[in-house]
């Protein structure tokens, strides 16, 4: 069932606004908690490892269960999975805000990070069924990416005085009247879509071995910055996540309605538009984690402040967005990704110039003026690439690969910039902890490169915009 074929233009761009909305708060929520962190620890009296914990328990069970949430919104419907995600995303916040200990803590991030999964990849599939492939879908798909980075702005503004005025539990809390407001509006702006499958299949096999390999992966590079990337935890988790993959792919080969169909994977410009946005996502989290902690433990920035000058980011990636949907029409998918990964790897390399006693506008401005526009042009270039010639049977779980290809990028790229800072660190103070983030931001830059050359040997040669509408059409034919 099209959800195209019943709401009229207007309609569409409100459910595009209220879709915007929830990818809006899982970002807020995945960012705000960072800056309330420090009270939460003090709060409840929890140890390093602890308040390690309040942020992997969410990351495990969001990577996790992205490609599974996307199929269950295919075949249950996706505004049903929707309304469910976001009813249990407003509980588990109410829920972290109460929270007594840090053990209710923890595991209500848990289930928070799973809400958070079914809510990010069924509003995707809802925007891939309601916009038609085309000029029509990218700019829908360049208001999420810029919905996203307004999230990253506001969590970077309103987390500090939040947490400082009424307390860190506020954080949470600020999440249960929107997702209220979003369950009212959902039934009246969404019209209910659904694969046209008439056998619901879950495919369990597929459904086991893929969440167990992605929950393998993401633990294994979340712990090993501490426990080391040879060590035997983080070589055995990693090892384990190589066999359970294995095991995906061969039970997707002999199931009559597999999880993720093969074919899906086998398509050069989706598979190729989702190994750009890893490597993206490994940049940007990256990036973001090095300047902060350049920002706040170096330079003795407050969150407030921190979060004030570093406004000029985000809101570059908004406007790179936009910009993006634009030229990926005309100029083709691959040359926006490389464009826009070349402006993320020079400002990466322009921030590993910081000296241990800067200023924010001659050390980190110019580098943020580069890297904003490029993360955004590259997102919605990827989003774009990794998304065309999709089935609307297929757009769940397809939106979360894409999804889960950006949050376990964003991992990867905190552990391994995490792990090179400190092995390049001198010392406590801020010569020798700035040498260590001047290798963080230098390894940022080779993610980039990496991403950059995936991009140009990949994502194809650019197509007129009509000719990429025909192999569309043609793809939907042959598939129906």
């Known amino acids: 069932m099209s959800t195209r074929r019943t709401m009229t233009g207007d309609r569409r761009r409100y459910a595009l606004a209220l879709l915007c909305v929830a990818g809006f708060m899982v970002i807020l929520d995945a960012q705000i ?22 942020m992997s328990a969410y990351l495990l069970t969001f990577g996790g269960l992205l490609l599974l949430g996307g199929r269950t919104a295919d075949l249950l419907g996706r505004r049903r999975v929707f309304m469910t995600g976001t009813l249990l995303f407003g509980l588990s916040s109410l829920l972290c805000g109460l929270a007594w200990t840090g053990g209710v803590l923890v595991a209500a991030r848990a289930v928070q990070g799973v809400s958070a999964a079914v809510m990010a990849t069924s509003a995707l599939s809802l925007l891939v069924s309601t916009f038609a ?75 086991l ?42 039970a997707e080969a002999g199931s009559r309605a597999p999880l993720v169909p093969l074919s899906l994977l086998r398509a050069r410009t989706v598979s190729g538009g ?29 969150p407030l402040l921190f979060g004030l000058c570093n406004v000029v980011m985000p809101l570059g990636a908004v406007v790179g967005s936009y910009a993006g949907q634009a030229l990926v029409t005309r100029v083709g998918a691959r040359a926006v990704a490389v464009g826009g990964l070349a402006l993320v790897g020079t400002g990466s390399l322009l921030l590993s110039r910081i000296p241990a006693h800067g200023g924010f506008v001659r050390d980190l401005l110019p580098g943020l003026l580069l890297f904003g526009p490029g993360l955004g042009a590259c997102a919605v270039a990827g989003s774009i690439a990794a998304l065309t010639g999709v089935g609307e049977r297929e757009s769940g779980v397809a939106s979360g690969i894409n999804t889960a290809a950006f949050q376990i990028g964003g991992a990867f790229g905190v552990a ?17 902890l700035t040498a260590g983030y001047r290798a963080g931001f230098t390894a940022c830059a080779l993610l980039a490169t990496a991403g950059l050359a995936c991009a140009a040997a990949l994502l194809g040669a650019s197509r007129r915009p009509g000719a990429v509408r025909a192999v569309a059409v043609t793809r939907r034919r042959v598939r129906s």
């Open 209 to 250: 071995t893929a969440t167990a390999a992605l929950v393998a992966c993401v633990y294994a590079v979340v712990q090993a910055p501490t426990a080391g990337w040879l060590s035997v935890r983080t070589s055995g988790l990693l090892a384990a996540a190589v066999v359970l993959a294995a095991l995906f792919v061969r």
């Open 33 to 54: 908690v960072l800056l309330a962190l420090p009270s939460v620890t003090a709060g409840l009296g929890l140890s390093a490892g602890g308040a390690q914990w309040v």
């Open 274 to 302: 989702n190994l750009v946005v890893f490597l993206l996502g490994a940049s940007a989290f990256g990036m973001s984690y090095t300047l902060s902690q350049y920002g706040q433990g170096v330079l003795g920035y407050s």
């Open 133 to 207: 492939e085309g000029p029509e879908r990218n700019r829908a798909l360049a208001v999420w990416s810029g919905s996203g980075g307004f999230g990253a702005t506001a969590a970077l503004l309103i987390g500090g005085p939040l947490t400082d005025a009424f307390g860190w539990q506020w954080v949470f809390f600020l999440n249960v009247p929107v997702a209220l407001a979003l369950l009212a509006l959902t039934p009246v702006l969404l019209s209910e879509s659904r694969s046209a499958e008439r056998a619901r299949s879950y495919d369990p096999a597929g459904a």
């Open 416 to 432: 391994v910039v995490t792990s090179v800072a400190l092995s390049h660190t001198g010392g406590p103070g801020p010569a020798g």
